[in-house]
């Protein structure tokens, strides 16, 4: 089923931003057992779109993150837009023994799925699906800055990069 641009979009977004929500651990907190702890609060950035046909749109986001007092599970809420579309997102997602795993929405598509990967020091890799979306996570923290690359072979969108910075 070829999905268009715009409900594709929704699905890969409502990647990223789970992507976003696993990445955002600060440089002190990779000691800790949990990617999450130190997470909570105001994160924006900006990145990028690429489509299959090589053509790139830029994209905003703003997150608001909310970790339990265990640091084992995270609350996130992200709103992205860009010339196009716009789309906004919440996930529940915890770690436990080096293994992530939850649920995200799409609140504008109606669109939710599953997360599953693993987190090792500052990266973390994830695979996201929902029906007719899959793709493949990587995130990388240094300090109060993330780095999030989506990649997808089955869909018209095949990448998503963005940077977050923490109260920007």
Not at 75 to 82: G, K
Not at 93 to 102: F, N, Y
Not at 147 to 154: A, D, K, L, P
Request: proline share 2%.
């Amino acid at each position: 089923m070829s999905l268009g641009l715009k409900q594709f979009s929704g699905h890969t977004l409502t990647g990223l931003v789970f992507c976003a929500a696993l990445a955002l651990s600060s440089a002190e907190t990779r000691a800790q057992a949990s990617p999450f702890a130190g997470l909570a609060g105001n994160w924006s950035g900006t990145g990028t779109i690429t489509l299959s046909n090589g053509s790139k749109e830029r994209i905003r986001c703003r997150a608001t993150y909310a970790v339990v007092p265990s640091g084992e599970g995270l609350n996130q809420s992200l709103r992205c837009a860009s010339d196009s579309y716009r789309f906004e997102l919440g996930s529940n997602v915890v770690h436990k023994g080096g293994v992530i795993s939850g649920t995200w929405n799409e609140a504008t598509r109606n669109v939710g799925g599953s997360v599953a990967g693993r987190a090792a020091g500052p990266q973390i890799q994830v695979q996201v699906d929902a029906p007719g979306f899959s793709a493949a996570l990587t995130m990388v923290t240094k300090g109060d800055r993330q780095e999030v690359f989506i990649r997808s072979q089955s869909t018209e969108l095949t990448g998503v990069d963005i940077t977050l910075a923490r109260g920007r």
